[in-house]
Nanobody
Framework: QVQLVESGGGLVQPGGSLRLSCAAS????????MGWYRQAPGKQRELVAA???????NYADSVKGRFTISRDTARNTVYLQLNSLKPEDTAVYYC?????????????WGQGTQVTVSS
């Protein structure tokens, strides 16, 4: 069994910053790509940023230059640094990881963490 646990969400003013963390635990042999998605009320879940096992990253156009994804492979943890936050960044942010266990490769999701950008 694998669990992803997110932390770091909260309420921040426009222009502010937050750092999200997501730690994976369980019977993990290897983690491939890790990523962050978000879902705002009434909208579909969208990819925010992803990082593969080699460290290559990709970002949604709406967050390029403001958000930075990174990972600590030894700790099975992925981070998302959110800078210059805008009200439109308000959403529930979900961590995702492709995890290899003895049962094979499976996709796992965290429970989500709320980010609210408001004055």
């Amino acid at each position: 069994q694998v669990q992803l646990v997110e932390s770091g969400g909260g309420l921040v003013q426009p222009g502010g910053s937050l750092r999200l963390s997501c730690a994976a635990s369980g019977s993990i042999l290897r983690i491939n790509a890790m990523g962050w998605y978000r879902q705002a009320p009434g909208k579909q879940r969208e990819l925010v940023a992803a990082i593969n096992s080699g460290g290559s990253t990709n970002y949604a156009d709406s967050v390029k230059g403001r958000f930075t994804i990174s990972r600590d492979t030894a700790r099975n943890t992925v981070y998302l640094q959110l800078n210059s936050l805008k009200p439109e960044d308000t959403a529930v942010y979900y961590c995702n990881a492709g995890v290899v266990t003895y049962r094979g490769l499976h996709d796992y999701w965290g429970q989500g963490t709320q980010v609210t950008v408001s004055s």
